[in-house]
């Protein structure tokens, strides 16, 4: 039987409160709650049973915001709180309870007008993203309580006052942002201040000292990164290029994927497909692992240092890279770093051993005798017996993990680690394994997965970049599933850039899909066009693009392990819509500067008819995306003049292919089918031939 409280929580200091779990479960030998607050880690919160051995409670304490959570019943059923007020579907078939933490000031309701201003959520840190200097400009961040203040500035001691902008908000705060210029060789100070109503407050953050712009530094990433166009291959289900090395029991090929099965994908139906990838424009790949496994997913490692025999071998992967590296694409290898099989060298010796193993320290090891078990005596990941947990921060273990990345970064040559559940591994490795490999090549990439805000480890001392499931979720939310309105979309869309600092956010791996997730055309419930949009907003936005295989030619697939089906190469055809497009969107990023490295700027959200528009601002040129996620033709008219672009500048929708050009002044039309996207481009950024030149109206039909 399972039941619930409803919870309360109480503000212990600023931007914090204390929070009471409480979940009843009878005959639960333990419960804890995991979620977003601590990386989905059912071991970090256990929760303490009442005298009457069914009432479970935890207090933690937490930071003002929105929370997703679970309960877990004996470290393996995980179950939503029947009674919470929310639950959120979070893409990838499962359902979570949502939490939203707010200060005493939010009992009663926010009025633009009556004086009155929440100041428990005001909220500007002292470093990026909320303060970022690039050369001659500022830009300011600033978290309000929404609807809440008439006006907000920025004020600066030279009595000069800048208006703040709302760009992206939630239930919770809405932010606003300001940009100036400044004197890069002068030190200010500056304040903000809000009015509402006969109400004025000052917030000063700095407390009357000065800020000294030379003493600001972004830390620096992989040039590359943000101009690149990525693709994830699952090895085993991409191309099988080599019979000899399939393993006995080998399926065919379009059998339905289970957890166990092999359908024979190799290195070699990589090699012999580098064309294709080339020809689609693809930049980089991401591999899921490659290292010897038993199993067809490979996050169960045995050998670091060897390839996967039924993949191939470690000088077939060399020539691959290098072949990859002469066709304009870059490698990176999936980092499983946190857990690896029970047959790797050093666990097997523990196996056979026991308490005389020499590697007893490379793990975490319960009790003895160690053998593979329901509830194993010995820590594992997500409790699967099959992936005991390393301790990697051992110091035979880290250097051991060191000399891993040695041995594929500098002799195979490969351009980067995506490091499995990383947010589940120690920081203080994370901060060697960046000083040990950018010591040697600054340009090595570092790409850890997390599934939530990854600002803790984008501070400059980790990683380089995250898989951005954020961004996904604002996609699937308004366009797979119209959950979300036009503003929401772009809220959402502004909430995920501004977690980081802009040379991060432009580094952010971006995908609609992954190995763990459904497929995006199956989320949108087959609809073809609402594919589409979606792929339109994974080229548009902030972020570095990377398409799950077999995506550009519309392949479908449920949760893991549907979405892992053999590519299906029988789509790959010139009248596949989807290659097509995806082949414009890949060609126009390439060749526009404002899609690799612009800024996002929302320019028109209209929930009535469910449009939204947002541009993206280069030095040298700009984008407008625009999305009608109606059932109706639309017509927008933007006014550009915050672009700067010259009336005279020759349009077109990379879409459609159709020509535009502005009507006269700075003011745009566009005309917008049911569920369909533009994305409109100056004509330079576009290849000629893919342009309509008998078309010179303004309007996309």
Request: include cysteine.
């Amino acid at each position: 039987m399972i039941s619930s409280l409803l919870l309360t929580t109480v503000l212990i200091e600023k931007n914090f409160a204390m929070h009471e779990f409480v979940f009843t479960y009878e005959g639960a030998k333990s419960v804890s709650v995991a979620g977003t607050f601590n990386n989905w880690n059912k071991d970090a919160d256990p929760m303490i049973v009442d005298a009457d051995r069914k009432t479970w409670r935890l207090t933690k304490n937490l930071g003002i915001g929105t929370y997703q959570y679970k309960f877990v019943v004996n470290s393996e059923s995980w179950f939503i709180d029947p009674q919470a007020k929310e639950s959120l579907d979070d893409g990838n078939g499962h359902t979570n309870s949502i939490l939203r933490v707010v200060p005493e000031d939010y009992k009663n309701p926010a009025k633009i007008g009556d004086g009155i201003i929440a100041k428990s959520t005001l909220l500007h840190r002292l470093q990026s993203p909320d303060l970022v200097i690039d050369g001659n400009i500022a830009r300011l961040l600033l978290r309000v309580r929404p609807n809440d203040v008439q006006s907000v500035s920025v004020v600066l001691d030279s009595g000069k006052s800048v208006p703040m902008t709302r760009v992206a908000g939630n239930q919770i705060t809405d932010t606003y942002l300001a940009q100036f210029a400044i004197d890069p060789k002068q030190a200010f100070n500056y304040e903000f201040k809000l009015k509402d109503g006969q109400a004025t407050h000052t917030y000063s953050p700095l407390a009357g000292k000065k800020l000294s712009p030379a003493t600001y530094q972004e830390f620096q990433l992989p040039g590359w990164a943000e101009k690149s166009v990525f693709y994830q291959i699952f090895p085993d289900r991409f191309a099988n290029g080599n019979k000899s090395n399939d393993p006995a029991d080998v399926t065919p090929w379009d059998s339905n994927p289970t957890y166990s099965n092999f359908t024979g994908g190799d290195l070699a139906g990589v090699s012999k497909n580098i064309s294709y990838l080339k020809r689609l424009g693809i930049t980089g790949i991401y591999f899921n692992p490659v290292f010897t496994s038993p199993s067809n997913h490979g996050y169960e490692t045995t050998d670091y240092l060897t390839i996967e025999p039924r993949l191939g071998t470690n000088a077939e992967f060399m020539q691959l890279t290098s072949d990859l590296k002469k066709a304009g694409i870059r490698t990176v290898l999936d980092g499983v770093f946190n857990h690896t099989s029970i047959d790797f060298q050093q666990f097997a010796d523990i196996r056979r051993n026991g308490k005389n193993s020499k590697f007893l320290d490379w793990f975490f090891i319960k009790s003895f005798p160690v053998v593979r078990q329901p509830n194993p005596p010995y820590e594992a990941w997500a409790g699967y017996e099959s992936m005991p947990k390393l301790n990697i921060l051992n110091p035979e273990t880290t250097s051991f993990i060191l000399k891993t990345s040695d041995y594929w970064v500098n002799k195979v040559g490969i351009a980067g680690w995506r490091l499995d559940v990383a947010n589940e591994v120690p920081m203080d490795f994370w901060r060697k394994f960046r000083t040990h490999i950018k010591s040697q090549n600054p340009d090595t990439w570092i790409l850890g997965e997390n599934w939530s805000d990854s600002s803790q480890w984008l501070q400059g001392d980790q990683w380089d970049s995250a898989m951005n499931y954020p961004f996904r979720g604002a996609v699937l939310e308004h366009i797979a599933y119209g959950k979300s309105n036009a503003q929401e979309f772009l809220d959402q869309l502004m909430d995920a850039y501004l977690l980081y600092g802009p040379q991060v956010s432009r580094n952010m791996l971006n995908s609609l899909g992954t190995h763990d997730t459904p497929r995006f055309l199956n989320q949108c419930r087959e609809d073809t066009a609402l594919a589409r949009m979606g792929a339109v907003a994974l080229f548009a936005w902030p972020g570095v693009p990377c398409v799950y295989y077999g995506d550009e030619l519309g392949m479908t697939g449920g949760i893991d392990p549907d979405n892992r089906r053999g590519m299906r190469w029988d789509l790959n055809t010139e009248k596949n819509e989807f290659k097509s497009l995806y082949q414009k969107l890949i060609s126009v990023r390439k060749n526009c500067q404002a899609l690799q490295s612009g800024d996002p700027l929302p320019l028109l959200a209209e929930n009535r008819i469910q449009v939204s528009v947002f541009a993206r601002t280069g030095q040298k040129d700009f984008a407008i995306a625009a999305f009608n996620r109606s059932d109706d033709i639309q017509e927008v008219e933007l006014d550009l003049k915050q672009l700067k672009a010259p009336t005279s500048t020759p349009l077109v929708d990379v879409v459609s292919g159709k020509a535009l050009s502005f009507s006269g002044d700075t003011r745009l039309r566009l005309r917008l089918p049911a569920k369909s996207a533009a994305l409109v481009v100056p004509q330079a950024c576009f290849e000629p031939a893919l342009v309509q030149r008998n078309q010179s109206t303004l309007v996309i039909q």
